[in-house]
């Protein structure tokens, strides 16, 4: 089938089902709740909806522990829910992305079940088993840790084996290196590509290929075993595979997890000759303000804008960049990148939107960026939810009390949970979100920060993410032009260039709570020009040196 590359295009919204919008009333989003928000979807101008795992489930790891790839969560509804929400995307012009967890697999799973039945059951192998090390075996079998923390390994009595598991210990990581596993992950895909959907998010997919005899990892103060499993030694081989025998078949697309990936690498997955994936998420942006990507410092601004600066040019015209501050995986941007807004939230939201929107690539909204939705206020580590957190304090064992408080202070400015508060529809009780008892509690501010009130407001950050998706699906500028940073010194400032066939659109964004002037280069003096997008109400004109308010950001075309 002739790949239209359709992405390119596009703008994806992301949902996480279970914080969206509840329809029964049982606290938990479900599929007839996001049915119920197609239309506002699409309204918001996108093209296409990124969903998190909504398969049959646990829930250790909130979805992310598949036991049953072909079938959807009960909580969420059933797969006739999940076809009528389909069809609406569908009908509305949005195309769906599904996540495609293949890593692992829940250990409530049907394969790992029967693979606990014994070494000579056929599903044994469909897992990574060994003996453990010491007189007895009752040690890992190596070093590599999980990335909850702990062990990477769980001992199983009954055989005295250990299986490996890079994420919590109900979630077993499947042994690629077993072409039946190869076929099971085809069919499965090719399974929902039937049903129709467009593409797949593929978690943690630089993972699926573990190097031969699992030597153990370099020692190091947090995560080891790394370089042993990310990028393993069969990992393009196998991703080609899945795209020449299924992807290819399908005008679909996919992106990739792809924690840790250099511009190299990420040419490797995402070259269009190489037929691997698509698109990958790449996280040196979102690291810029961790150490050792787990504690918390501050913005280290400038590296952040050479990261967005050396991916720019370092997949044009091969590859193409994924485009994101916020996920399910990822606090909030509010804040984070911005530093304290005070009084000017709308101005600072937009002003990031400006930022990620111009930029060359395949841009993704997160639930409840459009409406400006901020971290919540946890008060102690009762309150979260996260399984990463459990496991942390599980690590720290007899420390966890006298460093509960720095753990709680890392973890209110880093946890997952803040993407996953439920979705801030109204004022009314629960946000609108639910008529029953919200799962997770929901952000206070929700009073103040909701749809509704945004809808109302002609200025609002809602209004503004509409103008810029619409002004960015109609730019060939912002689709193919070359990115150029410009002030590239400065500490406040982020501005660049796009330039395609005469037009120059000329990106602007103050990243400070504080007036700073902007100088411009020479060859932008005399320039007619419009002013685009504006984040402040449209009272610039020409494109000069001027004092810029707090978070001030603007586009100006030169033609």
Known sequence: MERTRWYKDAVIY???PRSFCDSNGDGIGDIQGIISKLDYIKGLGVNAVWLSPCYKSPNDDNGYDISDYRDIMTEFGTLDDWKEMIAGMHERGIKLIMDLVVNHTSDEHYWFQEALKGKNNPYRDYYIWRKGRGKNG???????TSRFGGSAWAYEEASGEWYLHLFSKKQPDLNWDNPKVREEVHALVKYWLDLGVDGFRCDVITYISKREGLPNGKWNIGIRG??????GPHIHEYLHALNKEVLSNYDCMTVGEASGVTIEQGLMYTAEDREELDTVFTFEHVNCDTIAQLLPCKLRFKQFKKVFARWQAGLRGKGW????????????????????YGEHRKEAAKMLAIAMQCQQGLPYVYQGQE??????????????????????RKVLGVFEKPLAKLVHKVFLIRA???????????????AGFTSGKPWMPINPNYVDINVAEAEQDEDSILNFYRQIIKYRLGSDVIRNGL??????GS??????????????????????????????????????????LHNYGYDRKELKKMTLRPYESMVYLIV
């Open 321 to 340: 960049n994924s485009l994101y501050l916020e996920n399910h995986d990822q606090p909030r941007s509010l804040g984070r990148f911005t530093g304290d």
């Open 491 to 532: 500490k406040d400032l982020y501005c660049y260039e796009r330039s395609w066939e005469g037009k120059r659109l000329i990106v602007i964004c103050n990243f400070k709570n504080k007036e700073v002037e902007l100088t411009l280069p020479n060859s932008f003096a005399y320039s007619e020009c419009s002013l685009e």
């Open 483 to 488: 990115y150029k940073e410009f002030n590239t």
């Open 226 to 231: 790394d370089e042993h499993f990310t990028h």
């Open 138 to 144: 009752k040690r890992p079998p190596n070093n590599w």
């Open 371 to 392: 409406i400006g939705m901020t971290n919540y206020p946890f008060k102690n580590l009762d309150e979260y939810q996260d399984v990463l957190v459990a496991y942390v």
């Open 14 to 16: 992301q949902i996480y």
């Open 416 to 430: 997952r949970d803040h993407a996953r508060t439920p979705m801030q529809w109204d004022s009314g009780v629960n």
